[in-house]
């Protein structure tokens, strides 16, 4: 090395890019009204809260319901996050988890009441009636025990298309799959229905 190298200043060193700010600091942010920190906050914590959910209610629909009812709670109850209590994502999947447990229980209390009142309903009804309830029951009971036979991905595309009303495109996008493939596996599910079903052609 020369020596007029040698005194030539060294060039600086470019600092880092400044970090975003954290969870914790967002939604300190959050409980000041800040909604260009709630934007922030929602891109992140989005589609951890939805997959967390989605264990636990498995509907799909139902799960993106409880998801945003969780990122609305987020931003209503920003006030009352401390952080010195823990991280701001194990606060909002605490209250996911509570939302998503919480949807789960009212939809079970929701089937039992609706199986109270058929069986009150059912009761000093003639015999021909009650005879139709008990059959379109076992009816139910038996796709819902064929459908449980289904893959998983199988068992949600007819859900999706047949009960719900989703396109094959709306059903791939909720699955995150490509529209031939829930094609197909909507045609073998409804095969595999069919078959144990005992519906013949």
Known sequence: ????????????????????????????????????????????????????????????????????????????????????????????MTLAHRRAVDRVRSARASTEREQKATFEAARGRPFDEVAESVTARLERSQVRRCLSSLTELQRESVLLAYYQGYTYREVAEVLSTPQGTIKTRLRDGLIRLRDCLGVTA
């Open 1 to 92: 090395m020369d020596e007029q190298a040698r005194q030539r200043p060294l060039a600086p060193v470019p600092a880092e890019a400044p970090a975003g700010p954290t969870a914790e600091e967002l939604m300190v942010r959050v409980a000041k009204g800040d909604e260009r920190a709630f934007e922030l906050l929602y891109d992140r914590f989005a589609g951890p809260i939805f997959g967390l959910v989605r264990r636990i209610v498995r509907d799909a629909a139902q799960s993106e319901e409880v998801a945003q009812e969780v990122l609305v709670e987020l931003w209503r109850t920003a006030t009352r996050y401390a952080p010195d209590k823990g991280s701001a994502l194990n606060w909002a």
